[in-house]
């Protein structure tokens, strides 16, 4: 059994940061790319970044030199860094991770956090 368990989420006004954390636990053998995705209110969940393993990052464009993801492998855990925070940041922001069990397996499997909400007033 895995679990991803997210916090850092709350109310900030325009302008401001907060900090997401995401840690996995349970029978994980390796993780391969962790990320953060986004759904706000009406509109279909979308990718904010990921980190794979050694470390290369991707962004969504809307959110390129606000945010920063990173990971600490030793500890499963995936952060987000989110800066200069804008109304339309506000969603619930979700935690991903690819997820290899046992050492005997092959394949990877996606686990999704609960999802921690981010609002951003104006």
């Known amino acids: 059994q895995v679990q991803l368990v997210e916090s850092g989420g709350g109310l900030v006004q325009a302008g401001g940061s907060l900090r997401l954390s995401c840690a996995a636990s349970?029978?994980?053998?390796?993780?391969?790319?962790m990320g953060w995705y986004r759904q706000a209110p009406g509109k279909e969940r979308e990718l904010v970044a990921t980190v794979i393993s050694g470390g290369s990052t991707n962004y969504a464009d809307s959110v390129k030199g606000r945010f920063t993801i990173s990971r600490d492998n030793a500890k499963n855990t995936v952060y987000l860094q989110m800066n200069s925070l804008k109304p339309e940041d506000t969603a619930v922001y979700y935690c991903n991770a690819d997820i290899r069990q046992y050492r005997i397996t092959i394949a990877y499997t996606a686990y999704w956090g609960q999802g921690t909400q981010v609002t951003v007033s104006s």
């Open positions: 349970g029978r994980i053998f390796s993780i391969n790319t």
